[in-house]
């Protein structure tokens, strides 16, 4: 369970998250979408620990996040790039995360999946970026967490790693996980998400299924109900300074 | 921190930059003592050359190495471990690995010269410590700098500028400022401004232990005159090490509150 109360954070004078309320119970993929600049990072940040919150509460499986690291044992990061040290080969940045975390895990199937055995021995910094990207998705998915989030994860890949990432995900909510992600690829959110959260200028503007969704926007494709949403946002705020 | 530690020392143990570092000392110590076939002068020389350089390499690699694995670190703050032990694993990995190649440039001629066991030897190995204290001290500025700011041209300028202040413009400085109030008494002034710079700490380190006063100068005759050669040299060092806890502190308090 991941509970976020009133959660505020700005970058300067830039309000970026302005009270954010978000309780994510049941297990399955929720998506967090919203327009560039709406503080999807700064909510994933804040719930990794990355980004230090001005105010309000956050816990994971009922740990205060605050000032704590034990609790990322329970969770596996995707990040948007994926850069390692240079000189170290696939399967040592493996070994050392695996190391790290002082767990036990199975890459196998994964790098299998993925791939990614002609790379292991090969330095990070001679693979391309998909291929990086491919040894970040082996690195969060090995450890069997039970929260997984991630954060724009079809960056850089082609079409059969991405056919293997969404089959992956898939398997991992018949699993039990509990799966955040964001993206701006609306067909894979139809694609997958069981909850959608959209953020608007810091708050969250709505939380509910792809039909509810639907139904208020009278869109069927979602691509078009939150182009709606966006516009009809600006409109309003033109009325109002006009 | 003894994990990350392990993982960056050795992805920077084996970059082409350890090796160049490596081999300039190593050409450098091997021409300098073959050429004056003197220790004492060998070592004269290979300190002004190390309090110029090692600050140097230390302020480039120190912000260039955090700029370049701040994707790393934001992949290492997702797994369960103190973000404060990141950074000094981090931290301790690039001196660690700097430092290994200056001992191992410096030490092998030294060696194979016959330094081991020469009345010349306490000589060496404090020029030794004099660049192992300031790689230590400049990697933690550099840190200290780039963590400060996001911007990455910004953070560049500002460590060269903090390395040219402390390595060339401090001196001029000094000089000047004894120069127009020489009418004073200046032993406490010259006293305060060398401890607050740690270049000069390390070239005074490596003069006492030389004793050769025509080459101490006037803050290290004063240095001398004060505080006398051995309790002089304790000093030093103990502000040597001081210029490296202020800044790794400092840096470490920054990445408690630290958005990445």
Known sequence: MITIKALKKSFGSNQVLKGVDLEVTEAGICAVLGPNGSGKTTIIKSILGMVIPDSGELSVANQNVKGQWGYRKLIGYLPQIARFPENLTVLEVIKMVKDIRGEVADEQPLIARFGLEPFLNSRLRNLSGGTRQKVNIVLCFMFDAQYIILDEPTAGLDPVALISLKSLINEERDRGKMILLTTHIMDLVEELADEIVFLLEGKIFFKGSLTDMREMTGEIKLERSIAKILTRNTQQEAQVTA | ?260
């Open chain 2, 1 to 260: 921190m003894f994990k990350i530690f392990k993982y960056s020392f050795f992805d920077l143990v084996r970059s082409r930059w350890s090796l160049i570092y490596f081999l300039f000392f190593a050409i450098t110590a091997t021409a300098l003592l073959y050429l004056s076939n003197d220790v004492g002068r060998a070592v004269t020389s290979l300190m002004n050359v190390i309090i110029i350089l090692c600050p140097l390499i230390g302020t480039m690699f120190g912000v260039m190495y955090y700029y370049n694995s701040r994707e790393f670190v934001e992949l290492l703050l997702a797994q369960p471990i103190k973000r404060q032990s990141i950074l000094m694993g981090q931290y301790l990995g690039l001196t660690v690995s700097l430092f290994l190649s200056f001992l191992l440039g410096l030490g092998l001629p030294f060696i194979f010269y016959g330094i081991i066991g020469s009345t010349s030897m306490s000589n060496f190995i404090v020029l030794l410590l004099a660049g192992g204290l300031l790689t230590f001290t400049f990697v933690a500025l550099a840190f200290l700098i780039a963590i400060n700011n996001e911007n990455k041209i910004k953070g560049f300028s500002l460590a060269i500028i903090v390395w040219l202040f402390l390595a060339v413009l401090y001196d001029g400085l000094f000089l000047l400022s004894l120069f127009m109030f020489e009418e004073y008494p200046l032993d406490k002034f010259s006293l305060i401004m060398t401890v607050l710079n740690p270049i000069d700490l390390s070239r005074i380190l490596v003069m006492l232990q030389l004793d050769v006063s025509a080459m101490l100068g006037y803050t290290g005759a004063v240095f001398n005159k004060f505080f006398g050669t051995s309790q002089g040299f304790i000093i030093s060092l103990i502000c040597g090490l001081l210029w490296i806890f202020a800044p790794v502190g400092l840096m470490l308090r920054v990445a408690r509150r630290k958005d990445f």
